[in-house]
């Protein structure tokens, strides 16, 4: 099993000192990864299901942020949880990703991407929320395509990106594309891991058997079932037996948040985790 942690600025804040001493205790204690959310706009009334989001949450941009953490630590890999893919133009984002592959020394590959649950939001950012799925469907095609594109161009002529004769370096490290996967607690988003994703990292309040039934789907769709990897979120109090029984349920990465925001305190739920799955 392996281990993830996550940041989200909303909760411990934007200060860049804060995030550079989590993630390099995330580092020294032994987490594989590092992951940060995404929310492009908010606005008053905004909601996700029964939880509501005010809108001056501090929601900083995890691209720009992983590049920071790149910089300040050495080995920990690089993961967005999730970042909303029908909000970002493939072209503009292949490049942005490939460079932070590139500057962290190939630790940008834990790329996870949903569609969001907001239509405001995505009014905000020009997309028609009915098509949010297709478009993400393109991107990732489109992702992959300019990634593993050499001198000579790709082109590409679909419902909502076109170009001809495009080029996009630099390319990813050792790869010919970075892996890709696909969060969401829906059927739909199964179906979109097993078909286009590397992974399937499930999010929301589900059952179970409906569990179950979604990461059977994702698996049985996938390209590579064997090499597919499937992600949970955890909490820092995870048992052993806890981890066993995601690891019978096909679980292969496990994301956990701390439960504070105080330096000492985060560090020491942290080491106290390390210890008990010897992580470091």
């Not at 478009?135 to 990634?147: F, G, K, N, P, S």
């Not at 981890?243 to 679980?251: C, K």
Request: glycine share 12%; hydrophobic share 40%; net charge negative.
């Amino acid at each position: 099993m392996k281990f993830g942690i996550s940041y989200s600025t909303p909760f411990f804040g934007t200060d860049p000192e804060t995030l550079a001493g989590f993630a390099r205790d995330a580092e020294e204690c032994g987490f594989e990864s590092l992951y940060l959310p995404e929310h492009v706009a908010l606005y008053p009334g905004a909601r996700i299901g029964p939880m509501a989001l005010p809108p001056s949450l501090p929601y900083a941009d995890p691209v720009e942020c992983l590049t920071f953490v790149a910089a300040v630590t050495s080995r920990i890999l690089l993961g967005t949880g999730v970042l909303l893919l029908p909000y970002h133009h493939p072209v503009v984002l292949a490049k942005r990703l490939a460079t932070v592959d590139v500057l962290s020394g190939g630790r940008m590959r834990l790329l996870t991407v949903g569609v969001g649950a907001l239509p405001g939001e995505a009014r905000a950012a020009g997309v028609d929320f009915a098509t949010r799925g297709r478009r993400a469907d393109e991107a990732i095609d489109v992702l992959r395509l300019l990634w593993a594109g050499g001198e000579e161009g790709v082109s590409h002529d679909g419902e909502f990106f076109t170009f001809e004769g495009v080029c996009s370096f630099p390319k990813p490290v050792g790869v010919r594309t970075l892996p890709i996967h696909v969060g969401g607690s829906s059927t739909a988003a199964a179906r979109r891991a097993g078909r286009r994703g590397d992974g399937f990292f499930p999010g929301g309040a589900l059952t179970v058997d409906e569990r179950r039934r979604q990461f059977e789907l994702a698996r049985a769709t996938a390209r590579d079932p064997e090499s597919f990897q499937y992600t949970r979120w955890g909490s820092l109090d995870l048992s052993t037996e806890d981890v066993d029984e995601l690891a019978r349920q096909g679980v292969t990465r496990v994301v956990v948040t701390p439960g504070t925001a105080e330096a000492g305190r985060r560090r020491e739920e942290l080491a106290a985790f390390a210890e008990r799955f010897g992580l470091s």
